[in-house]
């Protein structure tokens, strides 16, 4: 810890500057046809571009140097134990120099963390069949960052599959209420709390909560989220029904409705 800088704040040197992004899990496809699988959380997203950066010596940034196609799997809070398992894990043989002290090479990461491939619709990497979302793309973009440490990965998203207990029923609208990204928190894992608020673009908005304060209303105490329903567990399949003790939110969203969604394979 160095000098104050202020009577409020310290500055401060962290090694880390992981100040809380989702996990995802990214499957691509290594030089031999097998399939390859990492945990990052290094990605946000920016209509249907997803922007991921890599450190240059895994086996993903030199699958997609090479082979563009992934699949994006976003786990839930209650799988951070399946995210676990493969973070000491490395596709690449030999390990790194790097990676030597920490890191050991596995070439069945699915199989290492007790995750099931789903074969995907349009790109050749399985997506990992207990995520409830998952978002089949491809890198349209791979460079080196400014230090020369890192890939920065623009990848497009071609196609979305969704667990149907995380849609707002009867459209395509992710229910924010049912979904909860696994957050990777300065190293530690995390899932999200109560909801605040809501942005003034939802499309998806419930009245469980504080106005926001440009609106116009009398303020009342902040609620408790009763319909957050329990995060999807581990080995939920896409396509069962909800978790019991599931409570689906209140209708009256103003929403498009899309009554006859298509089920993915
Ligand atoms: C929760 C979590 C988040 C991670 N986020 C990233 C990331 O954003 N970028 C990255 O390059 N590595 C990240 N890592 C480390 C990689 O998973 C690790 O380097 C792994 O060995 C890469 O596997 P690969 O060599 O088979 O590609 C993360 C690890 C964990 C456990």
Excluded at 101 to 123: H, I
């Amino acid at each position: 810890m160095q000098n104050t800088t202020s009577p409020s704040h310290l500055t401060v040197e962290p090694s880390i500057l992981y100040f809380g992004t989702p996990v995802v899990l990214l499957s691509t496809e290594n030089e031999d046809g097998t399939f390859n699988l990492a945990p990052m959380s290094s990605a946000w997203a920016l209509g249907q571009v997803i922007v991921l950066g890599l450190g240059s010596d895994g086996q993903t940034a030199r699958n997609l140097s090479t082979r563009p196609d992934l699949v994006i799997s976003l786990p839930s809070p209650q799988q951070w134990r399946a995210v676990e398992q493969l973070a000491p894990l490395t596709g690449r043989d030999p390990v790194p120099t790097g990676k030597r002290d920490r890191f050991r090479y596995e070439a069945d990461k699915f199989g290492a963390a007790g995750l099931r491939p789903q074969p995907s619709e349009l790109v050749r990497p399985p997506r990992v069949a207990e995520c409830p979302l998952q978002f089949e793309g491809r890198a349209s973009q791979v460079r080196p960052d400014a230090t020369g440490g890192f890939l920065i990965v623009e990848a497009r998203v071609l196609r979305v599959h969704a667990a149907p207990q995380i849609l707002v029923p009867g459209t395509e609208h992710i229910d924010p209420a049912q979904w909860s990204p696994l957050i990777y928190n300065f190293r530690h894992y995390h899932g999200l709390t109560t909801e605040l608020g809501h942005s003034f673009r939802s499309e998806t908005p419930r009245r469980t909560h504080d106005p926001a304060p440009h609106t116009a209303g009398p303020s009342t105490p902040p609620q408790p989220d009763a319909t957050r329903g329990p995060a999807l567990s581990a080995g939920t399949r896409s396509g069962s029904r909800a978790p019991a003790g599931a409570r689906r939110p209140p209708h009256g969203y103003g929403t498009r409705r899309r009554p006859h969604l298509r089920r993915s394979r």
